[in-house]
């Protein structure tokens, strides 16, 4: 896998299916979560990942910007069809924003969350 790839969607009048397949993911896969947008675009993370990521659109458009601070540079990815992904290092600054209202997107993590929720 490159820093952005795609895994092939299977498109017909029945939807969309993605598969993602663990060997294609350049780590062992400790977690996994989805973030859908809330009816309308909205911006998300602005964070430093604290672990190996993929992301992957499943449905709608995504940009997601990542840089090594939150005052450098930043790489810009576009994820505009279902399948598209973007491989997040640890310790990225991560800021992305689903641009339509039904814009979802999967995440694998090589860790589990390092909180604990009650």
Do not use: K, W
């Amino acid at each position: 896998m490159t820093d952005a790839d795609h895994f092939a969607p299977f498109i017909d009048q029945r939807g969309t299916l993605v598969p993602v397949e663990f060997d294609d993911v350049p780590f062992t896969v400790r977690r996994v979560f989805t973030v859908t947008a809330p009816g309308h675009p909205a911006e998300r993370g602005d964070h430093v990942n604290a672990m190996q990521a993929v992301m992957v659109l499943v449905r709608g458009t995504c940009d997601v910007h990542l840089t090594m601070s939150p005052e450098g540079s930043s790489v810009a990815h576009e994820l505009r069809e279902p399948g598209d992904s973007v491989h997040i290092a640890a310790g990225s600054f991560i800021r992305y924003r689903l641009l339509s209202g039904d814009s979802t997107v999967l995440v694998l993590c090589d860790r589990p969350y390092p909180e604990t929720r009650s």
